[in-house]
């Protein structure tokens, strides 16, 4: 009898059972908030040094070019008005040399545009996906192939250019002027500009219809080097304001080729240059093309409460539309903010709570002296 009341207490009783089980499920709940704060300060570290690499490669490119690489899109004065235009090569084709892709970078003929067919070492190139281009906290990597590429297999990137702001002393948009900043190269003679009208594709674009025209230079062979990646690069010179006040590259987390979504981005608010190769709407994800370039004239992560087809109550834009949340604008899924790197190389977090004054005071490179651009030589 003994025996068997000894071999009856090895076991658990249910009661016993249920209560271990009740206490895991406590220290489970109590460890997960923990756990994910972990992983979100490790993601924003992550993040964090990305841009800082991005930053230095730029002023590696500096001390080798004499200038820092150009913003990707400049301000084209024809005269009468200015115009949004692409450079011929996006910023990160110009820096690849700098961030350890050297390989990638001396298959790419900077003569050509990153998807030209005739040169399809540049396609290949393009549809590299470096690491350093990517935020580890991206809740819309579901929405890329891999997380990094797009269904044609060219690299994306969570990172843009600041080619220009729109923000006015005040913080006000103004859409028809332009403040350089420290990523605003020169502008090409006149002669070099063409307009490319209305996509084949359908979608009704706005004003962002002229671009370089490199086909006229060269007409039998393409594309030559009169269109020079490196013409009139912005100079340290020029930013005024000081290196550390002038941001850079700034967070723009999640393009993806959702936001070309049609019955959205065709609308009023076209989302896309015309690209000049396909003379469809221009993919703007894509790391290698010109138009990963974003001008500041919203908040930091604007729109927040918005979908790619559903606008934000506050903003009015949703997605799919350009300059709106993660499309084209300063975005990231951090929580309180984005960051941004300066023309010293240094980070910085900016809080979504900055006024836009402060963000185009930021922007700009010579913002003491109201420059405005273009500066035509």
Avoid at 73 to 94: A, P, R
Avoid at 144 to 173: E, F, H, K, M, N
Avoid at 229 to 254: C, H, K, R, W
Wanted: net charge neutral; glycine share 8%.
């Amino acid at each position: 009898m003994r025996d068997m009341r000894r071999r009856k207490r090895t076991g658990f009783t249910l009661v016993e059972l249920m209560v271990v089980i009740a206490i895991i499920a406590i220290l489970i709940g109590l460890l997960l908030p923990a756990v994910q704060k972990v992983r979100a300060a490790a993601n924003r570290a992550k993040c964090s040094n990305n841009m800082r690499q991005i930053g230095l490669a730029c002023l590696n490119f500096e001390s080798t070019k004499g200038g820092l690489p150009r913003g990707s899109e400049h301000i084209w004065n024809d005269g009468t008005i200015l115009h949004k235009v692409q450079d011929l090569q996006s910023t990160y084709t110009l820096i690849l040399p700098y961030i350890e892709q050297g390989v990638v970078g001396d298959k790419y003929d900077l003569r050509f545009r990153y998807n030209d067919p005739a040169v399809p070492q540049n396609i290949a190139a393009a549809g590299a996906a470096p690491a350093i281009f990517y935020c580890p906290e991206n809740q819309l990597a579901g929405d890329r192939v891999d997380g990094r590429r797009d269904s044609a297999g060219y690299g994306c990137i969570d990172y843009t250019p600041l080619p220009y702001t729109q923000l006015d002393p005040s913080g006000v948009s103004v859409s028809t002027t332009f403040w350089p900043t420290a990523l605003t190269g020169g502008q090409y003679p006149n002669i070099y500009y063409k307009d490319f009208g209305v996509g084949t594709d359908g979608f009704v674009k706005s004003t962002k219809t002229w671009q370089l025209d490199a086909a006229t230079w060269n007409p039998i062979t393409g594309p030559d080097a009169k269109i020079n990646a490196f013409y009139s690069l912005p100079t340290i010179g020029q930013i005024t304001d000081g290196t550390s006040n002038s941001m850079m590259i700034i967070e723009d987390v999640g393009q993806n080729e959702r936001m070309l979504l049609v019955g959205v981005s065709d609308g009023p608010n076209a989302n896309s240059y015309i690209d000049p190769v396909t003379v469809t709407a221009s993919r703007h994800w894509r790391w290698a093309n010109p138009d990963i370039a974003s001008g500041q004239s919203k908040r930091v992560n604007s729109a927040k409460a918005a979908t790619y087809a559903i606008a934000d109550p506050v903003e009015g834009c949703a997605w799919a539309q350009h300059d709106c949340g993660p499309n084209s604008e300063m975005f990231s899924f951090h929580g309180n903010g984005a960051f941004a790197v300066f023309a010293d190389g240094h980070v910085a977090f900016i809080s979504e709570t900055t006024s836009k004054a402060v963000l185009r005071a930021l922007a700009t490179r010579s913002d003491g002296k109201n420059e405005v651009l273009p500066e035509v030589d």
